[in-house]
Every structure is written in C-alpha cells, then in structure tokens.
C-alpha cells in the first residue's frame, strides 16, 4: 500500500497540470478567433449585401481591450462611416467574437468552430 501513497500526488499533480494547460489552450485560441474575426470583418465584403447599416453589434465572451474594440469600430467605420458599435458580453459565445450588421452574421465564435467541428450539438449561427 505504499505505492498509493506515491501513485496519489502525482495523479493530482497530472490533473493540475492539465487543467493548466487546457486553460492556456482555450485563452490563447480566444484571442485568436478574435483576431481571425476583426480580421474577417475588415475584408468582409458588406458592401455587396448590406446598402445601409443601422445596426452594429459585437458579441464576445468577455470585455474587449480598448484596443481591441477601436480595431472594431475603425473596420466597421471603413465599410458603413460612423455608426455605433455596441459591444455586448454573453456566456454562449465561449471566445472569438460574433458581428451582427443588420441581419448579417459574421461568427468567429468558438461556439461555432465547435459545432462545425461536431463536437457539440446546436445551431451555427444561432444569433442571426
């Protein structure tokens, strides 16, 4: 029974150090769907289907940096001038961000990237 002793610990130690590196993972492929995303809206070519946007949304799964959210606000200003853009936290996004112009849904969300990889179930692009 000694070894169990021995076996314990190490099997703790394996779990935190998975938990930690699953953290890591999941903030670091966050910030990069975001940036996929800023990146997509400022080539995304609205033009050919939005004529008039009234209405901006920003969905991400926690605050932006300011930074972050200028970046937002100076791609949507290049394709429709000066309309506000709200920004909006909710849980369901679970990272990356979702755009909504309109009815138009440009979704970078790591929701999104799960169910269209099949490993949850729901609806791709549930905000439109």
């Known amino acids: 029974m000694p070894w169990v002793a021995i076996l314990i610990p190490i099997f703790v130690l394996q779990i935190v150090l998975a938990t930690i590196v699953i953290f890591f993972l999941l903030k670091t492929l966050d910030r990069n769907l975001t940036e ?17 946007a009234s209405n901006v949304e920003v969905l991400t799964s926690k605050n932006l940096k300011p930074l972050v959210k200028a970046r937002i606000q100076q791609a949507v200003a290049k394709h429709f001038g000066g309309i506000p853009v709200t920004f909006t936290i909710s849980r369901d996004v679970m990272g990356g961000i979702v755009v909504k112009i309109n009815e138009e849904v440009l979704d970078c969300s790591m929701r999104n990237r799960l169910i269209e990889g099949g490993l949850i179930k729901g609806k791709i692009n549930p905000y439109a």
């Open 36 to 52: 996929m995303g800023i990146i997509r809206l400022e080539n995304w070519p609205f033009e050919r289907k939005i004529i008039k």
